[in-house]
């Protein structure tokens, strides 16, 4: 199995740095640095993007949308003009009154990456506008539940940290899009906490992310109970909660004061512990632990306390009942033996053998430990798992400090 690592570094100025940054794959293939612009930098690990940003949002976004210009420009012809206008039989006209609609109650700091990124980019602001919900357009005509989540601690992990292990389902299309992965640092230069997201090239939302402090979130589909497009979008919100929170008991108060726009079952994890807010659009739940060290989300409500009747049709529901089931079943056959990797194969068994996993409509996967700060991600059919390590790691080798020290701020 090829594994690209990419070492991070939080200063005690609260910033991202690179340092060591190599692959460890058998051809000895290395991160690159492949470019440079205004104290942003582009890196690539293997076929996957990892872009740092610096400075306040207007700027992150200049730099994003420079160092990204070729991506941001392929993604917008293959996702807008081929899918969705090609294939999906969308208007342009209808996608821009959706992404609009999106963009408008954005809040002021993350439109201003987008005013950035378009100013650079070369697509000016009304197509920077659309590319930003590739991922919106089909969820408003119909709405497919996808998507699972497990994490583990204590007993599970025989004493190790906390796991978090996600698989981002949805139509088998977007695998068309995965080759534009992007993993984004997010450094600014006020009070925020800094957060990394992971998305399709110029989506400005957290579906998963991870902070400087261990917060992990990620979210899956719910129950479904409509769509409110005059809400802020929950994907937002997360990105929102990542900078603005350090802890799960002031994440708790946030979520209670939340009402998102579209049904919703949000998964957090911090160095100890994990859980799962049930959201429908009309009330907030938050669910503990299915047992010590183990919850496992999919996209039905299991709360008992919304007494609700039993799933019918798990096939009509994308298998959510089996797919929960099945990461139950394996969080007791490995019980013990848990760690980044016992995750990972986790995550690579498909639904047919007994895991969670969709042959031909997983889009990406992502492992966490947040104690460590460490990713892993994979693109099925496209790449393998890679390791995105946070952690602060100094050489102490003066050549490999030479070769491989990297400052977002020079």
């Known amino acids: 199995m090829k594994r690209t ?6 200063s005690l100025f609260f910033l991202f740095s690179f340092t060591a940054c190599f692959a460890g794959d058998r051809q000895g293939s290395r991160l690159l640095q492949v470019s440079f612009f205004n104290g942003g930098k582009l890196f690539t690990a293997g076929r996957l993007k990892v872009v740092q940003l610096n400075g306040s949002y207007r700027q992150m976004g200049r730099q994003y949308g420079w160092l990204l210009r070729d991506d941001l420009n392929r993604l917008y012809e293959i996702a807008i003009n081929s899918r969705f206008i090609g ?10 009154v959706i992404a609009q609609s999106i963009f408008d109650v954005y809040p002021q700091r993350f ?3 987008i005013y950035g990124m378009a100013e650079t980019s070369g697509l000016g602001i009304d197509k920077q506008i659309v590319l930003n919900a590739i991922e919106w357009y089909p969820k408003i005509n119909s709405f497919i539940p996808r998507c699972s989540g497990l994490a583990v601690w204590g007993d599970y992990t025989g004493g190790g940290p906390l796991v978090f292990g996600r698989n981002n ?3 088998s299309f977007y695998k068309e899009f995965a080759e534009f992965m992007v993993v ?7 009070s925020s906490i800094p957060a990394a997201i992971i998305n ?3 989506v400005m939302y957290a579906p998963t992310g991870i902070s400087r402090e261990g917060i992990f979130l990620e979210l899956n589909s719910g129950n479904w109970t409509g769509y409110y497009p005059d809400r802020l979008s929950i994907f937002v919100t ?10 799960l008991s002031e994440l708790d108060t946030a ?19 994990a859980c799962s807010y049930e959201c429908p659009t009309f009330a907030v739940k938050r669910r503990g632990p299915d047992r010590d060290g183990l919850l496992a989300a999919t996209n039905h409500f299991v709360d008992p306390s919304w007494e609700l009747p039993p799933q019918p049709d798990d096939e009509g529901t994308e298998w959510t009942v089996t797919r929960r089931n099945n990461l139950l079943a394996l969080a007791e056959k490995y019980k013990g033996a848990f760690d980044a990797e016992k995750v990972q194969e986790v995550l690579d068994t498909t639904i047919e053998n007994g895991g969670a996993t969709y042959p031909g409509g997983t889009i990406y996967q992502v492992v966490a430990v947040p104690e460590e700060l460490k990713l892993w991600l994979k693109a099925p059919g496209l790449f393998e798992w890679q390791e995105v390590d946070l952690k602060d790691r100094k050489s102490t080798r003066k050549e490999e400090r030479k070769q491989h020290s990297f400052s977002l701020n020079n």
């Open 5 to 10: 690592v990419v070492t991070w570094t939080l």
């Open 87 to 96: 294939k999906q039989g969308f208007t342009h006209e209808r996608l821009q």
């Open 111 to 113: 439109k201003e990456i």
């Open 169 to 171: 389902d949805d139509s």
């Open 184 to 190: 984004t640092v997010f450094n600014p230069n006020d």
């Open 200 to 202: 399709y090239a110029g």
């Open 238 to 247: 997360l990105f929102s909660f990542l900078q603005d929170f350090s802890s």
């Open 255 to 273: 979520f209670q004061s939340t009402r998102v726009n579209l049904s919703s079952i949000i998964n957090a994890a911090d160095k100890t512990s």
